[in-house]
Nanobody, 123 residues
Framework: QVQLVESGGGLVQAGGSLRLSCAAS????????MGWYRQAPGKQRELVAA???????NYADSVKGRFTISRDNAKNTVYLQMNSLKPEDTAVYYC?????????????????WGKGTLVTVSS
């Protein structure tokens, strides 16, 4: 069993900043990639940013230069620093983790999601 707990969402004015955190816990053997996705009302969930255990990153074009993803491998935690926020960034932000969990003598692939945290950017 793995849990992902997000924090840091809230209401901010356009141009402001927020920092999201997501901590993974449970029977984790290793985490390869962690990422942030978002889903705005009436739209599909989309990738915002992702980071591998080695530190390679990938960003959506819409957030490049404004958002920064980072992670603390020792804490199984991923962060998303969001600057110069725009009203179109308003969405529920979800954390995702892919890797391996251990259950007794067995190892399984994992792909877990957090419950989401709401980010609202007012104009």
């Amino acid at each position: 069993q793995v849990q992902l707990v997000e924090s840091g969402g809230g209401l901010v004015q356009a141009g402001g900043s927020l920092r999201l955190s997501c901590a993974a816990s449970g029977s984790i053997f290793s985490i390869n990639a962690m990422g942030w996705y978002r889903q705005a009302p009436g739209k599909q969930r989309e990738l915002v940013a992702a980071i591998t255990s080695g530190g390679s990153t990938n960003y959506a074009d819409s957030v490049k230069g404004r958002f920064t993803i980072s992670r603390d491998n020792a804490k199984n935690t991923v962060y998303l620093q969001m600057n110069s926020l725009k009203p179109e960034d308003t969405a529920v932000y979800y954390c995702n983790a892919e890797g391996t969990v251990v259950a007794g003598p067995n190892y399984y692939g994992m792909d877990y999601w957090g419950k989401g945290t709401l980010v609202t950017v007012s104009s």
